[in-house]
């Protein structure tokens, strides 16, 4: 009876660690005896430029020709007290318009959507994947301080006439970590390495 008592204390235990580990982060500060904590979801960054502020938004473009540079200036803002480094994914598509909306057509090429890289974000694709740009902003974006994620997209000139009519989507989401031991927060919740020089983010193994 004893053992099965010890058991389930056991049991216990992992349960309220594991879910303390899934809400706060902790960390060590500077070798001295303190810890700070910090709650990730309190974390706060802005889109800006393609809708209503947040952190999930599209980016849609209609009558599309080939050849063509459409300006869409879309930023991302640290609205947090505390620097954090900056994720954002941007998926791309082509579809019909319709009432404004756009049907998705999964059928056409996404390579041929080109959106040209902005100096200090790291660019890290998916092996043959056309579709998806993820990006890491290279150095800590400052409580405020908003940084350009793209200027404009252009549509590749070597278009065929199924793409007559068609427009673009984008779907942009922006995640953020504390720059506070930056490497193992980036690893605990992007599941990615990040090699940091300083604190400026030089390489990301995926």
């Known amino acids: 009876m004893k053992k099965k008592y010890i058991l389930m204390g056991v049991a216990a235990t992992l349960l ?13 500060a500077d070798g001295e005896n303190v810890q700070q904590q910090i709650n990730t979801k309190s974390l706060s960054i802005d889109l800006i430029g393609s809708g209503n502020e947040n952190t999930k938004q599209s980016v849609l473009v ?22 954090l480094y900056t994720r954002v994914t941007i998926r791309k598509y082509w579809g019909d318009f319709s009432n404004d909306n756009l049907t998705k057509d999964f059928d056409k090429d996404t390579s041929k959507i080109l959106i040209p890289t902005l100096e200090n974000w790291y660019i ?35 278009l065929n006439n199924t793409y007559a009519n068609l ?16 490497q193992d927060a980036i690893l605990s919740e992007w599941g990615v390495w990040a090699e940091i020089d300083g604190d400026h983010i030089v390489y990301v193994e995926e």
């Open 16 to 28: 309220v660690t594991a879910i303390a580990g899934g809400s706060l982060a902790y960390f060590q």
């Open 62 to 83: 209609a009558n599309t020709m080939p050849g063509e540079q459409i300006e869409k200036n879309v930023k991302v803002e640290n609205t947090a007290d505390t620097p």
């Open 124 to 158: 890290s694709t998916g092996e043959g994947d056309d579709e998806t740009l993820v990006m890491y902003y290279q150095d800590p974006i400052q409580p405020g301080e908003s940084v350009d994620v793209m200027y404009s997209l252009e549509v590749s000139p070597e």
């Open 167 to 182: 427009g673009i989507g984008l779907d942009v989401e922006a995640e953020a970590v504390q720059a506070f031991a930056a």
